[in-house]
């Protein structure tokens, strides 16, 4: 079991470049969503999908897309990066709701946009 | 909306002492989630609470949900220098699945 696999483990873009963070997981899980964590800001929901096909905004979705065309998988899509998206991302996973909905994280993706 | 505070933001711990970290709710919680991430790493759940002033303890760490189910405490004895991380409170927003976390606090550790 490999758990959350996140790539690129670090990425460098120019403003208004475009690229696509890759997130994949073999647990079968229900629900997987996006984070960002920014310092003293905690992690902040970006997007977030309930199963295949299905997927919603968190907290902070502007700038970002996603779509979930398989359990498995759930990409999140910079259209045009602005410095301001310079952060780590995190994805995660968890089985359906209830007392057993505890998160699994990938190991992060460091994206610097200059 | 739901707002998820945490405090402190630091705390200075000299090895061996105690602390606690406190989270805070505006509404009454469904659960209440805690998660540590180590320098470098990524955040990894610890433990959950959903009943009204359940007490958990894993070895030297002993987490509380208030009566109210408004707010939650982290409380690490004995601090050692494997306790140097964040810890971050999460809770479920308006939907399923949609966790809020808190800031964090960030724990330093003075052997």
């Known amino acids: 079991n490999a758990g959350v696999t996140q790539t690129p483990k670090f990425q460098v873009l120019k403003t208004g470049q475009s690229m696509t963070l890759q997130c994949a997981q073999d647990m079968n899980h229900e629900y997987m969503s996006w984070y960002r964590q920014d310092p003293g800001m905690g992690l902040r929901l970006i997007h977030y999908s309930v199963g295949a096909g299905i997927t919603d905004q968190g907290e902070v979705p502007n700038g970002y897309n996603v779509s979930r065309s398989t359990t498995e998988d759930f990409p999140l899509r910079l259209l045009s990066a602005a410095p301001s998206q310079t952060s780590v991302y995190f994805c995660?996973?968890?089985?359906?709701?209830?007392?057993?909905?505890?998160?699994?994280f990938g190991s992060g993706t460091q994206l610097s946009v200059l | 909306g739901q707002q998820v505070m945490q405090i402190p933001q630091y705390q200075h711990v000299q090895e061996g002492e105690d602390f606690t970290t406190y989270c805070n709710s505006s509404t009454t919680l469904s659960n209440i989630q805690w998660y540590k991430q180590r320098p470098g790493g990524h955040p990894v759940f610890l433990i959950q609470?959903?009943?009204?002033?359940e007490v958990k303890k894993q070895k030297r760490l002993t987490f509380q949900f208030g009566e109210a189910k408004k707010n939650s405490s982290l409380h690490i004895t004995a601090t050692q220098t494997t306790d140097v991380g964040t810890y971050f409170c999460?809770?479920?927003?308006?939907?399923?699945?949609?966790?809020?976390f808190g800031a964090g606090t960030q724990v330093v550790v003075t052997p």
């Open positions: 995660a996973s968890s089985y359906s709701g209830g007392e057993d909905e505890k998160l699994f």
């Open positions: 999460a809770a479920p927003t308006d939907s399923w699945g949609k966790l809020q």
């Open positions: 609470l959903v009943k009204s002033g």
